[in-house]
Nanobody, 125 residues
Framework: QLHLVESGGGSVQPGGSLRLSCEGS????????IGWFSQAPGQEREGLSC???????YYTGPVRGRFSISRDNAKNAVYLQMNSLTYADTGVYYC???????????????????WGQGTPVIVSP
């Protein structure tokens, strides 16, 4: 059974960068679309980005141009490079597996399974 673990979160100043990792175990990530999500305190979980098995990447409006998703199948991992971070980016970041490749572009939490435990990102002065 596929199990995902996120890492790379932490505290960063506004304008800074972080690179999050999502590592898979128990099964290969090769054939799956993987998404990244964030959940701010008191808010619903929101989709940020998704990458299909062939490498096609999708982003939601607030992060397009600032975040970049990539995958390394040899390391069984997917990454999220986050640049130009703002206070609004504070939250817990999760990765998950899309139920189908076709749903990847919409990046809706209800279309994803096998959620990791999350890694916190805090943007503060």
């Amino acid at each position: 059974q596929l199990h995902l673990v996120e890492s790379g979160g932490g505290s960063v100043q506004p304008g800074g960068s972080l690179r999050l990792s999502c590592e898979g175990s128990g099964s290969s990530l090769d054939g799956y679309a993987i998404g990244w999500f964030s959940q701010a305190p008191g808010q619903e979980r929101e989709g940020l980005s998704c990458i299909k098995s062939g490498g096609w990447a999708y982003y939601t409006g607030p992060v397009r141009g600032r975040f970049s998703i990539s995958r390394d199948n040899a390391k069984n991992a997917v990454y999220l490079q986050m640049n130009s971070l703002t206070y609004a980016d504070t939250g817990v970041y999760y990765c998950a597996v899309a139920r189908s490749q076709e749903r990847c572009p919409w990046i809706l939490p209800s279309d994803f399974d096998s959620w990791g435990q999350g890694t916190p990102v805090i943007v503060s002065p």
